[in-house]
């Protein structure tokens, strides 16, 4: 068989193995990165943070696509062929050891070991189990959050906390004024929904003065100003995809804490002393049955406190340029290379 016919060969299996092969070998270099960056960078905007975490786990899958069709610099990784993702880039080695022969015969590397030839097939059986599983966990998980928000009551428009509401909408300059829900089932205030946000407030919520109220209703506007639901179900694909990479997770969790911290920010920067803001996020944390919960409220409070970090949101243009940078910077050169 020639090489041009072992190049047009195509087997879906084994290409969208190599893909899931070469993406994870990416991610396990330029993800550890982003979340070092984030660790360690205790004086950047959250907002910055944010965006840097997401545009690389939104990459993680695209880079190897992009090393097909821009010029790469190639990098062997010894043992690699072990896995069974490289069966068609045996003529290639053939042609090279033509021109620079070694010991063994040449027709050996057209021969693929009996587990190499299985491989591809069970670890994309066990992937697409493993991604099954997750999907169907995390469709559960939100079927049940629905359920709860069935039972929600919307308030009226006359409503005190409605007409807070809008006063905050009008202060943050958003184009309309989401609905505001009672819902029983809840212990703090919630956004949900892509397209049309909702905001869900508990039943003890209107017990709270005007200005804790303004607060708390600043904070949930900022997820639906900087969009966090939308970028969070696109996260939440990438991690189903790759549901066996930690550091998929790891980044996704920092990502979730440095977003409500940039919401947080965000309340301070329309005028609210940090005291009284803590105080809120004290009671959070002391009213809070998950020890977990608790421990990330005290982060938050640590961070609002700090004043030497910086605090401005994000303007659009800003956006583009941190995502570009990271784009051309860290996202691109790791993309040019093929392993």
């Given amino acids: 068989m020639t090489i041009v016919n072992r ?3 195509v087997r879906p299996i084994e290409t969208y193995y190599h893909w899931l092969l070469i993406a994870s070998i990416k991610g396990l270099l330029i993800l550890p990165l982003a979340w070092i960056a984030a660790f360690v960078s205790r004086r950047t905007s959250p ?11 939104l990459s993680v899958p695209v880079m190897p696509l992009l090393s097909e069709i821009l010029p790469t610099w190639h990098w062997q990784v010894a043992g690699l062929e072990a896995t069974g993702a490289f069966s068609e880039e ?4 053939m042609e090279l050891e033509q021109r620079d022969p070694f010991p063994g015969r040449p027709e050996e590397l057209d021969h693929e070991p009996l587990l190499s030839g299985k491989l591809p097939l069970i670890i994309m059986c066990v992937w697409v189990l493993g991604a099954l599983g997750f999907l169907v966990v995390r469709l559960w998980a939100s079927l049940n959050v629905r359920l709860r928000y069935s039972k929600s009551v919307p308030l009226q428009s006359e409503h005190p906390s409605v007409q807070i509401l809008e006063v905050v909408v009008t202060d943050m300059g958003l184009n309309y004024t989401p609905w505001l829900l009672r819902n029983s089932n809840i212990s703090g205030p919630q956004t949900s929904g892509v397209i049309r946000p909702l905001i869900l407030i508990p039943s003890h919520f209107e017990e709270l ?3 804790d109220q303004a607060m708390i209703l600043r904070h949930e506007l900022a997820h639906i100003q900087r969009r966090d639901v939308l970028v969070r179900v696109l996260l939440e694909a990438v991690a189903v995809v790759f549901w066996f990479h930690p550091m998929i997770w790891l980044v996704l969790k920092r990502y979730d804490q440095e977003t409500e911290k940039a919401c947080d920010d965000a309340v301070l920067h329309g005028g609210h002393p940090s005291h009284a803001y803590g105080e809120i996020l004290l009671k959070a944390a002391q009213s809070s049955s998950r020890t977990g919960n608790a421990s990330a409220v005290r982060q938050r409070i640590k961070s609002i ?3 030497t970090k910086h605090r401005s949101p994000l303007r659009r243009r800003s956006t583009v340029g941190f995502i570009s940078l ?5 996202v691109l ?3 040019l290379v093929t392993i």
């Fill in 209 to 211: 003065t005007n200005e």
């Fill in 47 to 57: 907002a910055v943070i944010c965006l840097i975490l997401a545009t690389v786990v």
């Fill in 305 to 307: 406190l700090l004043n």
């Fill in 333 to 335: 050169p790791l993309s």
């Fill in 326 to 330: 990271v784009t051309l910077f860290v």
């Fill in 90 to 93: 045996l003529p290639r080695f």
């Fill in 7 to 9: 190049c047009l060969r």
